[in-house]
């Protein structure tokens, strides 16, 4: 895949994990969390990674086995647009760029190869990677039309009583051109319950320049599935020792 850059968001606490190490340090088979996710976009076909930290970042930095990733530091969390935003050097003007999140070490490289395809067959400036769920309780929601076009990603906080409907998850991964996505970063405001910047408002900035947004629903979504306490990192634990059959 040519010109293919990563960027994984890492710079959350993970306050819910009862711990004082930033979530994506957390292990599973003595592996790092945010390492099985740098595998994957690897696998994929990404030539350069950018690892954005926050909370405790050198301890990210000391433990993660791969000492080729370029790390950003992003010192105040204002959000994914905001995170990605502090990336803006590392992505340069031209390829694609993948955006991953350190703690969701069950994805995997055939699935993000799938992405990146259907994103150049289907010719779109961006690709976000979906699912559909049995309860989206708290999951930003992708909206399509009657017709199953894609309209636009809402976040649970801002989403409309006929939104909240849609059992079609955002994954927060995306494959952007990377033109359009530097030029849509610098677009956003944080007009949103939260007061952050949300990378997903890049997606309707897009839209409205007449060019192609879509989304790659999966059958299954186990592989964006994120990892955010204790008994979650024990069931992926689980699925990764299935995965490799043991």
């Not at 710079?11 to 994506?24: E, F, H, N």
């Not at 433990?63 to 990605?84: C, N, S, Y």
């Not at 494959?175 to 007009?191: G, M, S, V, Y």
Request: aromatic share 6%; proline share 2%.
């Amino acid at each position: 895949m040519k010109d293919l850059r990563a960027v994984i968001l890492a710079a959350g606490k993970g306050t819910r994990m009862k711990s004082d190490l930033p979530k994506v340090v957390h292990t599973i088979e003595e592996k790092c969390l945010a390492d099985y996710v740098i595998d994957a976009a690897v696998g994929a076909g990404a030539e350069e990674i950018c690892l954005v930290v926050g909370y405790k970042y050198e301890i990210v930095h000391e433990r993660i086995a791969h000492k080729d990733v370029t790390f950003v530091l992003q010192e105040e969390q204002l959000g994914t647009g905001h995170a990605v935003l502090c990336a803006r050097d590392f992505l340069g003007d031209i390829g694609y760029t993948m955006i991953l999140f350190g703690d969701t070490p069950l994805i995997r490289a055939k699935t993000l190869k799938r992405l990146f395809e259907y994103h150049t067959v289907h010719q779109n400036t961006v690709t976000v990677l979906s699912a559909m769920v049995d309860d989206p309780t708290g999951y930003g929601r992708i909206i399509r039309d009657a017709s199953g076009t894609f309209v636009k990603s809402v976040e649970h906080k801002d989403a409309s009583k006929e939104e909240l409907l849609s059992h079609e998850i955002n994954s927060g991964m995306y494959i952007f051109d990377t033109k359009e996505l530097r030029q849509a970063l610098e677009q956003i405001q944080p007009n949103n319950a939260q007061g952050e910047y949300y990378l997903p408002d890049t997606l309707t900035i897009i839209k409205e320049k007449g060019l192609r947004v879509d989304a790659f629903a999966l059958e299954d979504a186990e592989d964006i599935t994120g990892v955010n306490d204790q008994e979650q990192l024990k069931k992926a634990a689980t699925v990764i020792l299935g995965r490799s059959g043991r």
